[in-house]
């Protein structure tokens, strides 16, 4: 039971602080590695839970998010960078600077522990105690996708979201369907593959995918 708890406690740990390095950094490339990182602490979470819970469907789903999440869906990103100019770029222009960026981050973490107190109150388990970490990661993944400039950036924020309730789906309950969880994952590499597309019909057409630039165009 200690074993488990604490590799719960660590692979949490690890999906956290991977959505706080993404806030942090501003270089594209480096975004991308950390989503890969947490790609592999998201299976992580799921393969652990699997273990302890004896549950071959959910180790099949943790199989399928380490391939997804840690794999193709950076590899998408990378591609998305191309060879233009956001290729290792940087979000030089965020709405917000990195230390207030950080300061919110630690806010939105504060408060995802507030209101999942509930939640964590119904059935005080290791799973149930590491529900806000789900929900602060969330949080993040909305909180970059609102700031940020970058179509890639934006595209990442919006993984991270995904991330966190995914995240969050597996504490709350490990009984997660594999078809549900194949659904939702295939739902969002389509996103993603779409949002691909377009990004670099924006590189190609605008020379950049800064979304301010974009809106300065005129006919």
Do not use: K
């Amino acid at each position: 039971m200690t074993g488990y708890v604490q590799s719960l406690d660590l692979a949490c740990g690890a999906l956290l602080v991977t959505a706080v390095v993404i806030v942090w950094r501003r270089r594209l490339s480096a975004i991308i590695r950390t989503f890969a990182l947490q790609g592999t602490a998201l299976a992580a979470i799921a393969a652990i839970l699997a273990a302890h819970g004896h549950d071959p469907r959910l180790g099949a789903v943790a199989a399928g998010v380490l391939v997804l999440r840690a794999v193709a869906l950076p590899w998408l990103l990378r591609r998305a960078l191309g060879s233009g100019p956001d290729a290792g770029g940087r979000e030089t222009r965020p709405l917000i600077n990195v230390t207030a960026s950080l300061l919110a981050v630690a806010a939105l973490t504060m408060l995802a522990y507030a209101v999942s107190r509930p939640l964590t109150a119904l059935d005080p388990s290791p799973a149930a105690d590491a529900i806000p970490v789900g929900i602060a990661v969330t949080l993040s993944g909305f909180f970059v996708l609102v700031t940020r400039r970058r179509a890639v950036s934006q595209l990442a924020g919006f993984l991270l979201m995904d991330n966190g309730i995914t995240a969050t789906g597996f504490l709350t309950t490990a009984d997660t369907g594999l078809l549900v969880e194949l659904g939702v994952s295939l739902d969002v590499l389509l996103a993603v593959v779409v949002l691909r597309v377009l990004a670099g019909r924006m590189r190609d057409v605008f020379g950049d995918t800064d979304l301010d630039d974009l809106r300065e165009l005129r006919d």
